[in-house]
């Protein structure tokens, strides 16, 4: 080592000198963006136990269980993207580190002609800022769902609460009523969330529209109420091609709901998304009548803008 030492050139002795740093840091990048894999892959594997979970069937998240899981869920299929990502960027980090230690010896990569080419260094350092991204984006992520959480937790609360009164109906009672009665149901969860009801129940000759109310902000809104006696059961795709035909013209609506104990088709589904028609199904309709959440946050609705000053 010493002979070669004091044979060794100037020029050698700063090439190796630089091979060494350059190396040093290679390695570095690797640990790095496998480190960041590893705390990654981790979160990920929290995230699908949040998601599907024995917790998760507990009767206490009943209120909030399709959104926990669809939370967590997709926490859970964005961190493994970014796990992927990271896998990926450190299996190129160290296939660099490689082919520096197969240059160990070629000092001529640090001549003058070859200096401006480039450098097995600026890949790997391209790939730590490929990685770093990746981690903050995996933080976005967790930072993310700890906010939705937080508020799902708080629906839970809140739902559990309104149960524990008398206005809460079970879907087992709702099943039992009389189909004018869920009309009237259907009347009264509505003037509950705030809206002025125009005509409670329906009847003959009422085309389509058993509730009509008025929101706060004056829209008038449409419910035709489909109760099909049991669960499971679903509204036939006429009726809504039905109440597509009154609810506008004849009844000039701004909203259009329609409600059952039941479900509706898939070819029912498409038509109201395509015309516009909120559908509250029975799962939803257990959010509305059981667990206390306004039909305002079920369907998404939301007040229009205030019309600006003259």
Known sequence: MQEALAEASQDDLLAAFIWSQEEKLAWQVVCAIETWQAEVEAEQGFAHDRAFGDHVNKEFWAPVREGWQRVT??????LEEEAVRLNVLAQEARAIHDQLIDVSGDFERYTADKANGEQLLDESVKRYGQARKARRA???????EQDEV?????????????????????????????????????AWLLQRDGYDIQRGTGGSGDLGADVIAVSRSGQRVVVQCKHVGTSGRNVASRHIHQLNG????????DIVIAVTNGGFPKPGRTFAEDHNIHLIDRAALERWATWGRSVDEILGLSEPDAAPAS
């Open 246 to 253: 009154t609810a506008w013209q004849t009844h000039g609506a």
């Open 73 to 78: 869920g997709l926490t859970a299929a964005r």
């Open 138 to 144: 995996s933080n976005r992520v967790m930072r993310e």
């Open 150 to 186: 937080h508020r799902l937790v708080f629906t839970n609360a809140e739902s559990r609460a309104y149960m524990a009164t008398s206005q809460s109906l079970p879907l087992s009672q709702i099943d039992s009523l009389h189909h004018q009665q869920f009309e009237e149901l259907s």
